[in-house]
T-cell receptor
């Protein structure tokens, strides 16, 4: 089966600019996650969707980050305006659903964002 | 909450030797644990998981051990190969909310010397 697709692979922007990332999960996967991975650290959950509804966005910096999954398939993550500390790899993952203990999640290759 | 700690940020082993990567977690209520492998430029890849009602689980060349008494988790890789070189993360499912959050440790970078 095709994996989780993310684009772009790399993005360099200046601080205070806006940026958007796109994710296409594995077909049929109801749950979609966005993670932020700062260099040298483990991934940190930003937001979790179940179909087109938000399950958990408690760690999403809502003053600058937003995400949507309008039709319950593709998702976009936006940062506006970007700060230097947003430089990281943004990972998208998807699973059939039912929470982590019930299904395996598959990660995309990520988008590496550099804010200068 | 839950925090996942790292014992060693880097580990270097000789090809053919066994590797052991350790991890500690803080919340005794956590009941599902996963090891991921992340190669350079790629997303994390599932290796093996274990639930809290088990203390050992084996896969192909990998074994995960769980010690709930001391809240410690380890990944053993038998006959380590150059292709095993990667960053290994332990991750713990913490049910602070309804669906559970996956909390990652910082990772151990495994280097395999030929």
């Amino acid at each position: 089966e095709a994996g989780v697709a993310q684009s772009p692979r790399y993005k360099i922007i200046e601080k205070r600019q806006s940026v958007a990332f796109w994710c296409n999960p594995i077909s049929g996967h109801a749950t979609l996650y966005w993670y932020q991975q700062i260099l040298g650290q483990g991934p940190k959950l930003l937001i979790q969707f179940q179909n087109n509804g938000v399950v958990d966005d408690s760690q999403l910096p809502k003053d600058r980050f937003s995400a949507e999954r309008l039709k319950g398939v593709d998702s976009t993550l936006k940062i506006q305006p970007a700060k230097l500390e947003d430089s990281a790899v943004y990972l998208c993952a998807s699973s059939h659903g039912g929470g982590w203990a019930n299904t395996e999640a598959f990660f995309g290759q990520g988008t590496r964002l550099t804010v200068v | 909450g839950e925090s996942v700690g790292l014992h060693l940020p880097t580990l270097s082993v000789q090809e053919g030797d066994n590797s052991i990567i350790n991890c500690a977690y803080s919340n005794s209520a956590s009941d599902y644990f996963i090891w991921y492998k992340q190669e350079s430029g790629k997303g994390p890849q599932f290796i093996i998981d274990i639930r809290s009602n088990m203390d050992k689980r084996q896969g192909q060349r990998v074994t995960v051990l769980l010690n709930k008494t001391v809240k410690h988790l380890s990944l053993q890789i038998a006959a380590t190969q150059p292709g095993d070189s990667a960053v290994y993360f332990c991750a713990v499912v913490y049910y602070g909310g309804s669906q559970g959050n996956l909390i990652f440790g910082k990772g151990t970078k495994l280097s395999v010397k030929p």
